[in-house]
């Protein structure tokens, strides 16, 4: 693991001072933030929510998405949703942002721009047919971030 110097907050353990966690109203993401909070309190925390535009996407015959067209008074209605739930999470010095994409793009772009030095994300029980045809939103963070993503199962804090 590399510490970064130049972002960490004195008093931050193991030199991670920037925290983006992944919020998506889930149980698991809630363990997540709770998790972040108690065990990393002297850092900086980003709480970041992407409102997933792939809901206006219907199946298809082969077990994949077809993406139908985005109507964006819904998109619009979602992201206003969820940036009011998220406000509600929200304690004295965190920041917040809601996007609307793709989760994973998503987060790890704003993991990039906001200088994060750690991902803290929930993860969620799949079926087997899910995990294959849809993958994890935790495992992808994984495998494409950057820096290090601590990934916090159920309801574990």
């Not at 110097?5 to 919020?23: E, H, K, M, N, Q």
């Amino acid at each position: 693991m590399t510490q970064h110097s130049g972002s960490s907050v004195p008093g931050a353990p193991d030199g991670f001072g920037r925290i983006l966690v992944g919020v998506d109203f889930s149980a698991s993401s809630q363990a997540a933030l709770r998790l972040a909070r108690s065990h990393f309190p002297a850092a900086q925390r980003l709480l970041v929510h992407v409102t997933d535009a792939r809901v206006t996407a219907a199946p298809d015959l082969m077990g994949g998405v077809t993406p139908s067209l985005t109507d964006p008074a819904l998109l619009h209605t979602m992201e206003a949703a969820d940036a009011q739930r998220l406000q509600a999470l929200v304690q004295d010095g965190e920041e917040l942002a809601v996007l609307v994409g793709d989760p994973v793009t998503g987060l790890l772009d704003s993991a990039r721009r906001w200088g994060a030095d750690l991902i803290v994300v929930g993860t969620h029980a799949q079926s087997a047919l899910e995990h294959f045809f849809l993958g994890s939103t935790a495992e992808k963070i994984v495998g494409r971030s950057a820096v290090p993503v601590l990934t916090v199962r159920g309801g574990a804090a």
